[in-house]
């Protein structure tokens, strides 16, 4: 599934809710469905910058392809943080590198997460990217 078409499935489920409360509920709910983090990997290393909230993303490379996990100290921004790992996870280098598109705006997520929020969220896409970079120059 491409990038673009999983943004999309995120977006159809947040437009299904009719209020911000809905969709910020909806947001926690993911961040319950994050994969146990190791907690030798919460370093500064693996830290998003730009985030209100701690958020820790770490990068694999399985053949051409990246995946990414993470994790957050806060409720909500676990859920962005689930978001974020399924979207860009199973992507390739180049499809990682090729993404030029404001999430927030894809996701209509400014009606619902704060602007520091929506800094963070910006930085964990600049750490992918970051990461991609770093396995695209190994190569």
């Known amino acids: ?5 999983k943004i999309q499935a995120f977006k159809e489920d947040l437009d299904f809710f ?7 509920e909806f947001i926690i709910d993911l961040g319950k469905k994050l994969k146990p983090f190791d ?4 370093i500064d290393k693996n830290l998003v910058q730009g985030c ?9 490379k399985k053949e051409d392809k990246l995946y990414f996990y993470g994790t957050s100290d806060a409720i909500i921004v676990k859920g962005l943080v689930y978001m974020i790992l399924e ?15 404001d999430i927030i705006k894809e996701l209509n997520l400014s009606e619902v997460i704060t ?13 992918i990217k970051t990461y991609a970079n770093e396995y695209k120059e190994m190569r």
């Open 18 to 24: 009719e209020d911000e409360l809905q969709k910020y």
């Open 52 to 60: 209100t909230s701690q958020v820790w993303l770490v990068c694999e």
């Open 39 to 42: 907690e030798k990997l919460q």
């Open 87 to 101: 979207i860009f996870s199973d992507a390739t280098i180049e499809e990682l590198n090729a993404i030029d598109m």
């Open 115 to 127: 602007p520091n929020r929506q800094s963070g969220l910006t930085g964990m896409i600049k750490k």
């Open 1 to 5: 599934m491409s990038i673009k078409t």
